[in-house]
């Protein structure tokens, strides 16, 4: 069975300092893997997409994520921090139903 | 491209009634539409999901009854809660995919439903 593990629920950064939220996975296919970005009260926003291309994955707003099929982790980074990046980040695996499997969520706050 | 809206935003009713949420996909044609429940400070769950055309695919423990799915054409997805409850307040999300092998979804804003 598919599953992700979002290994912090919450992290905090300074402005202008990388930012790396944690994801695990399990999967018995090659896997599809998305982070999406939800602010308050919003829906959720695509940030980047793994579908078995090249391992780095760049996506919008500067952030990136390498699947690493040897360690089963997606990890999502970004090089410096924004105030308006504070959000709860989704790791998700699709399964083979177009279904996906969600992680718990990371909230990452930014700190002035 | 790729947007998907949801209306109402946000929906206030009295206990006993029910509410429509519809989903729209603006400017792609979605096979595949799926309903969420959110609840604070927790992940997304999965309620159903809805191919144009035929029923709903109920996940367990989702009463079929109360949350009514209709799948009406490729662009528009309606979900019905019927005669609601204040159990039944929540954050509902929809999602639409297009067709062929594509498994990206792409996400509505959500419905705030507070049922008194």
């Known amino acids: 069975a598919q599953s992700v593990t979002q290994l912090d629920s919450h992290v905090s950064v300074s402005e202008g300092t990388p930012v790396l939220l944690r994801c695990n996975y399990s999967?018995?296919?090659?896997?599809?893997l998305f982070w999406y970005v939800q602010h308050p009260n919003k829906g959720l926003q695509l940030l980047l997409k793994?579908?078995?291309?090249?391992?780095l994955v760049k996506g919008i707003n500067g952030f990136e994520a390498e699947f690493k099929k040897s360690e089963t982790s997606f990890h999502l980074t970004k090089p410096s921090a924004h105030m308006s990046d504070a959000a709860e980040y989704f790791c998700?695996?699709?399964?083979?139903?177009?279904?996906?499997?969600f992680g718990t969520g990371t909230r990452l706050k930014v700190l002035a | 491209g790729a947007v998907v809206s949801q209306h109402p935003s946000w929906v206030i009713c009295k206990s006993g009634t029910s509410v429509k949420i519809e989903c729209r996909s603006l400017?792609?044609?979605?096979?595949?539409m799926f309903w969420y429940r959110q609840f604070p400070k927790q992940s997304l769950m999965l309620m159903a999901t809805s191919n144009e055309g035929s029923k709903a695919t109920y996940e367990q423990g989702v009463e079929k009854d109360k949350f009514l799915i209709n799948h009406a054409s490729l662009t528009l997805s309606t979900l019905t809660v019927t005669s609601a409850h204040p159990e039944d307040s929540s954050f509902y999300i929809c999602?639409?995919?297009?067709?062929?092998?594509?498994?990206?979804?792409?996400f509505g804003p959500g419905t705030r439903l507070t049922v008194l």
């Open positions: 998700v695996v699709s399964e083979g139903t177009y279904k996906y499997i």
């Open positions: 793994y579908t078995s291309a090249a391992t």
């Open positions: 400017d792609f044609q979605a096979t595949t």
């Open positions: 999602s639409a995919r297009a067709g062929g092998h594509t498994d990206t979804q792409y």
């Open positions: 999967s018995s296919y090659s896997p599809s």
